[in-house]
């Protein structure tokens, strides 16, 4: 970087080792825009083929694809969960929903397969050449766990994390030595794994396990030279401690310090662990609840659900008036 470039920059309050990670996420984003796409465009063209192998995949024990029997040994009998758990992960988020947690049962499918043949699949994600998929998997395992999180199912979401952990140590050994971009991707899963785990943890009222990931998530931030505005735990040494937010002042603050750092947000009552949004719903006539996330639809004015056309046929007629005036007013 020239001088002037790095004068710029200085004094718009951005750092070299800031710019240069703003400038790669733009490129990943850029990067899973066209993955997601060409996803698509193999969906389409596979999307009357009797197997369920969605599309090509490459894996270390050889190519999987529709209509190509038996899978290659090494490779688990139902990968095509992944792929189909894949797919429905690239949809993305969408503004006002629920955006991918809405495959919440394609996400749940998938991990009781891992953990019905937990020993072929760890042993699948050992391949410096299946790197994509142990990525796919945490993400996948990442965002089912985040629902569970938030829906107050703890055990559950401990569960997932526990399988994610194990992956992701699978998916750093072979990240070790790759292209910058894949150790960039892993490391901030790892990020995004810990996360969920120490907010997990705080639910739990587990607050010494909290300590360390503390400490570690800070660490990333600061490493990457996060700004206070950026930073999701950096800013709170500066903001609690009233201490410069460095990676030094981190490693030399106490485990008092930290624990002081982690419970003076949830004094103060700003903590809200669960969210309406990924809560399940239930049927408003046999109150019957869904088996997972958007199971059921609901109804045009969007205020009631059911659990299927029968039930909504007998709630009607008390509902048709009530379910106009909404529709009329937006």
């Given at each position: 970087?020239?001088?002037?470039?790095?004068?710029?920059?200085?004094?718009?309050?951005?750092?070299?080792?800031?710019?240069?990670?703003?400038?790669?996420?733009?490129?990943?984003?850029?990067?899973?825009?066209?993955?997601?796409?060409?996803?698509?465009?193999?969906?389409?063209?596979?999307?009357?083929?009797?197997?369920?192998?969605?599309?090509?995949?490459?894996?270390?024990?050889?190519?999987?694809?529709?209509?190509?029997?038996?899978?290659?040994?090494?490779?688990?009998?139902?990968?095509?969960?992944?792929?189909?758990?894949?797919?429905?992960?690239?949809?993305?988020?969408?503004?006002?929903?629920?955006?991918?947690?809405?495959?919440?049962?394609?996400?749940?499918?998938?991990?009781?397969?891992?953990?019905?043949?937990?020993?072929?699949?760890?042993?699948?994600?050992?391949?410096?050449?299946?790197f994509q998929h142990a990525e796919n998997t945490c993400g996948i395992l990442g965002t089912l766990a985040t629902i569970y999180r938030q829906r107050g199912w703890l055990a559950d979401c401990e569960r997932v994390l526990d399988m994610e952990s194990e992956v992701l140590v699978r998916y750093e050994r072979v990240s070790v030595g790759?292209?910058?971009?894949?150790?960039?991707?892993?490391?901030?899963?790892?990020?995004?794994?810990?996360?969920?785990?120490?907010?997990?943890?705080?639910?739990?009222?587990?607050?010494?396990?909290?300590?360390?990931?503390?400490?570690?998530?800070?660490?990333?931030?600061?490493?990457?030279?996060?700004?206070?505005?950026?930073?999701?735990?950096?800013?709170?040494?500066?903001?609690?401690?009233?201490k410069k937010a460095t990676a030094k002042v981190l490693q030399r603050l106490t485990d008092e310090e930290v624990m002081r750092i982690i419970m003076e947000p949830m004094k103060r009552g700003r903590f809200s662990f669960q969210t309406d949004r990924v809560q399940l719903r239930v049927c408003t006539v046999c109150h019957a609840q869904?088996?997972?996330?958007?199971?059921?639809?609901?109804?045009?004015?969007?205020?009631?659900?059911?659990?299927?056309?029968?039930?909504?046929?007998?709630?009607?007629?008390?509902?048709?008036?009530?379910?106009?005036?909404?529709?009329?007013?937006?």
């Amino acid at each position: 970087m020239d001088a002037s470039t790095a004068a710029k920059l200085e004094s718009m309050g951005i750092s070299d080792v800031a710019a240069a990670r703003q400038a790669w996420e733009a490129a990943q984003a850029e990067q899973v825009k066209q993955h997601s796409k060409k996803v698509k465009e193999i969906q389409r063209e596979y999307k009357d083929c009797p197997e369920r192998v969605l599309h090509v995949s490459g894996t270390a024990f050889g190519f999987v694809a529709p209509g190509v029997q038996p899978l290659p040994d090494g490779v688990p009998v139902n990968f095509a969960l992944k792929q189909m758990a894949a797919a429905a992960l690239d949809e993305g988020v969408k503004p006002g929903g629920v955006g991918n947690m809405r495959s919440e049962s394609v996400y749940r499918e998938y991990f009781d397969d891992l953990v019905a043949d937990r020993a072929t699949w760890l042993h699948f994600f050992e391949y410096k050449d299946n790197f994509q998929h142990a990525e796919n998997t945490c993400g996948i395992l990442g965002t089912l766990a985040t629902i569970y999180r938030q829906r107050g199912w703890l055990a559950d979401c401990e569960r997932v994390l526990d399988m994610e952990s194990e992956v992701l140590v699978r998916y750093e050994r072979v990240s070790v030595g790759a292209e910058a971009a894949q150790v960039s991707c892993c490391q901030n899963l790892a990020y995004k794994y810990h996360i969920i785990r120490y907010n997990l943890c705080l639910q739990l009222e587990r607050y010494s396990e909290s300590i360390e990931l503390y400490r570690k998530l800070a660490l990333f931030e600061a490493e990457r030279d996060y700004s206070f505005e950026e930073s999701n735990f950096l800013f709170l040494i500066t903001a609690i401690l009233k201490k410069k937010a460095t990676a030094k002042v981190l490693q030399r603050l106490t485990d008092e310090e930290v624990m002081r750092i982690i419970m003076e947000p949830m004094k103060r009552g700003r903590f809200s662990f669960q969210t309406d949004r990924v809560q399940l719903r239930v049927c408003t006539v046999c109150h019957a609840q869904e088996p997972s996330l958007g199971t059921f639809p609901s109804c045009a004015c969007k205020v009631v659900y059911y659990c299927g056309k029968d039930c909504q046929k007998k709630d009607w007629a008390g509902h048709k008036g009530q379910c106009a005036a909404r529709k009329s007013k937006g």
